[in-house]
């Protein structure tokens, strides 16, 4: 069991990042935070299709390059040290998983190939509002093909071609909802929107239960947000270090100071275990291991709080200047805040972990 990346991966590692700080700095970044009528980057997400990043994971037969998972996560621990402004996560991590996993072979044909060419943005509308989803407490319906609920939010909703919705019934492929209001949120650099669907056609994506299935997606997405985490964590304590050296205070370097060694340090720290986890979980995903969802589970975690804690304390190292709208590291933080709400908040991540080390200790 190699729990690191091969040459051929650290090789398409290189080539994402050296890609990415062509076409994505922060200048990239800024441009759709601040223009409220940006909802992401078009021509970067362009050129991560004409890249063939979208369809990594997706066979060829359907229009993807078939590499795997692991090379999925290489590119998503880039796309994280970027903080990339493009609906990659929604459309490659959910909605191409969910059609993987579940589809017809009529729905693969239709739509693996348009996501892979960058053809059609996706998005996985789950929530109803506050709180983990339970089977009861779902509204959407479904009557003679046709949708009727709300969802609020949904990461992308707004800009999205194909939306897979979670009803009472199961899982169904819409195409676009009757009503979109989009949010305001704390990282305008990933769109999100309340959608509203008044009788809209759907398509019934696998079968009638939905919460397993779209659990057994959210373990894979969590998989690959917490490689995304783990790239911008990395990317955070970069930042705080190189700040550290550069800036003088009372004729010393700042980094030369107990505190800020201990500051980086414990930044370190949780993104070394943060890394190791969501190692264990690329392992399990891609091997399709019995373990994944124990190990989805604590790659989340781990990579929630690691990513987090760097965006936090990057920005306290760079001390007032951090908390200006002119400094970087509050894009960090914006991100991190975003990232962990995706596919359900932390707390429910870490129920789902010791309940999943409750049952493995029980067999």
Not at 26 to 47: I, K, M, P
Not at 115 to 125: K, S
Not at 166 to 184: H, N
Request: glycine share 10%; with cysteine; charged share 25%.
């Amino acid at each position: 069991m190699n729990f690191d990346y091969s040459d051929e991966q650290k090789m398409l590692k290189d080539e994402a990042r050296r890609f990415l700080a062509a076409r994505c700095d922060t200048s990239v970044v800024r441009g759709v935070l601040d223009d409220a009528d940006r909802h992401y980057d078009a021509a970067l997400w362009r050129g991560v299709a004409e890249q063939g990043w979208l369809g990594a994971a997706i066979p060829e037969s359907y229009g993807g390059l078939g590499l795997g998972h692991v090379e999925l996560c290489a590119l998503a621990e880039e796309l994280g040290r970027a903080i990339a402004p493009i609906p990659f996560a929604s459309t490659v991590y959910f909605v191409a998983e969910a059609l993987m996993l579940f589809g017809s072979e009529a729905q693969k044909e239709t739509w693996l190939p348009r996501i892979a060419a960058g053809e059609a943005i996706g998005a996985f509308a789950t929530s109803e509002g506050p709180g983990a989803i339970r089977a009861d407490a779902i509204r959407t319906t479904v009557t003679g093909g046709r949708l009727t609920g709300t969802k609020i939010p949904v990461t992308d909703g707004n800009i999205a071609d194909l939306i897979v919705v979670l009803a009472r019934d199961g899982l169904y492929l819409v195409e676009a909802p009757a009503e979109v209001e989009v949010l305001t949120t704390l990282d305008p650099t990933r769109a999100a929107g309340k959608l509203t669907f008044s009788d809209v056609p759907a398509e019934r994506l696998g079968g009638e239960d939905g919460v397993a299935a779209m659990q057994q997606i959210f373990d894979r997405a969590a998989v690959l947000l917490a490689f995304e985490q783990l790239g911008g964590a990395d990317r955070a304590l970069e930042m705080a270090r190189a700040y550290a050296l550069e800036r003088f205070a009372f004729g010393r370097q700042i980094g030369g100071y107990q505190a800020i060694k201990h500051k980086l340090a414990d930044i370190y720290v949780r993104n070394e275990l943060a890394r190791s986890n969501a190692y264990y979980g690329a392992w399990a995903l891609n091997s399709g291991a019995a373990e994944l969802p124990l190990a989805a589970a604590t790659a989340r975690v781990a990579a929630s709080e690691a990513y987090w804690f760097a965006s936090k304390e990057n920005i306290q190292t760079h001390g007032g200047i951090g908390f200006t709208w002119e400094a970087d590291p509050q894009l960090h933080y914006r991100r991190s805040r975003q990232l962990s709400l995706v596919a359900g908040a932390p707390a429910i991540w870490r129920e789902r972990l010791v309940s999943q080390l409750e049952t493995r200790n029980a067999a």
